[in-house]
T-cell receptor, first 113, second 115 residues
Framework: SQQGEEDPQALSIQEGENATMNCSYKTSINNLQWYRQNSGRGLVHLIL?????REKHSGRLRVTLDTSKKSSSLLITASRAADTASYFCATENSGGSNYKLTFGKGTLLTVNP | DAGVIQSPRHEVTEMGQEVTLRCKPI?????LFWYRQTMMRGLELLIYFNNNVPIDDSGMPEDRFSAKMPNASFSTLKIQPSEPRDSAVYFC?????????????FGPGTRLTVT
């Protein structure tokens, strides 16, 4: 089963609005990452938050992590049409030296001009 | 830097044929990952290598799938024989793993269609 599960599956907003996507996971993690995928392209890394961090910012992106609830959220402020893409969370599980990531199925964000 | 390079970008083949997908990771990266993406199953990790050695191949669906990394700059994923259910987009990603928590860089993917 998927470690990370994004919510909602799809989100449609108007340009200028904020977009919030959520991710839940099941096991202990070292870190959680968010990636973006434009249609027909590979995934692009956006931001990484470690298990001992609670919030991180990068430009218009804000990520929070609540390890007690095993959840994370990605906020995109002042959205633009170019933000239209699928967004995935990925977790690196703690324990051992296995550095693989487990991806959720993603949230499809549509920003209407 | 050219990024992760994958070839071919598109492959259409008939059931039963052998398919070979190729990947050139970013120079200096020590880890390489092969993923498969479908609408139904999302993004699945098939296998990953660290310093050219396969570390985890638990995601390889069956014996029809095999992967090699003969050197630090090249990897192949082979499907023999191919089946229609193998149709998917296959991604290669690389990273430089030192202490963990490192982002992965994805290639553009190979869209495989098996008829």
């Amino acid at each position: 089963s998927q470690q990370g599960e994004e919510d909602p599956q799809a989100l449609s907003i108007q340009e200028g609005e904020n977009a919030t996507m959520n991710c839940s996971y099941k096991t202990s993690i070292n870190n959680l990452q968010w990636y973006r995928q434009n249609s027909g392209r590979g995934l692009v890394h956006l931001i990484l938050i470690r298990s001992n961090e609670r919030e991180k910012h990068s430009g218009r992106l804000r990520v929070t992590l609540d390890t007690s609830k095993k959840s994370s959220s990605l906020l995109i402020t002042a959205s633009r049409a170019a933000d239209t893409a699928s967004y995935f969370c990925a977790t690196e599980n703690s324990g051992g030296s296995n550095y693989k990531l487990t991806f959720g199925k993603g949230t499809l964000l549509t920003v209407n001009p | 830097d050219a990024g992760v390079i994958q070839s071919p970008r598109h492959e259409v083949t008939e059931m039963g044929q052998e398919v070979t997908l190729r990947c050139k990771p970013i120079s200096g990266h020590n880890s390489l990952f092969w993923y498969r993406q479908t609408m139904m199953r999302g993004l699945e990790l098939l296998i990953y290598f660290n310093n050219n050695v396969p570390i985890d191949d638990s995601g390889m669906p069956e014996d029809r799938f095999s992967a090699k990394m003969p050197n630090a700059s090249f990897s192949t994923l082979k499907i023999q024989p191919s089946e229609p259910r193998d149709s998917a987009v296959y991604f290669c990603a690389s990273s430089l793993i030192v202490l963990g928590g490192i982002q992965q860089y994805f290639g553009p993917g190979t869209r495989l269609t098996v008829t």
